[in-house]
């Protein structure tokens, strides 16, 4: 079992940035796949971005050029660099770990 746990979250404005973490309880190094979700208020949770065990990312249109996946193996942590954050992007953030890890989450609000 590998728990997974998110910080980093809280309150920006329009137009600013934040780093999410994701630390995990065991290796990542051979983990296949990485990566964030999220889910606003009313809605489905949806894919940010993956990250595969050899570093290449994948990310949601919504979010390309604006959020980046990194990975540090040596600490079992992944990030979520988000910049240029909209209101649009309001939501609790999950870390996933495949097959089916999920971290317990961590608020973003993105003020207009």
């Known amino acids: 079992q590998v728990q997974l746990v998110e910080s980093g979250g809280g309150l920006v404005q329009a137009g600013g940035s934040l780093r999410l973490s994701c630390a995990a309880s065991?290796?990542?190094?051979?983990?296949?796949?990485m990566g964030w979700y999220r889910q606003a208020p009313g809605k489905e949770r949806d894919l940010v971005g993956t990250i595969t065990s050899i570093g290449i990312t994948n990310y949601a249109d919504s979010v390309k050029g604006r959020f980046t996946i990194s990975r540090d193996n040596a600490k079992n942590t992944i990030y979520l660099q988000m910049s240029s954050l909209k209101p649009e992007d309001t939501a609790v953030y999950y870390c996933?770990?495949?097959?089916?890890?999920w971290g317990q989450g961590t608020q973003v609000t993105v003020s207009s």
């Open positions: 065991a290796s990542i190094f051979s983990m296949a796949r």
């Open positions: 996933y770990a495949y097959p089916s890890y």
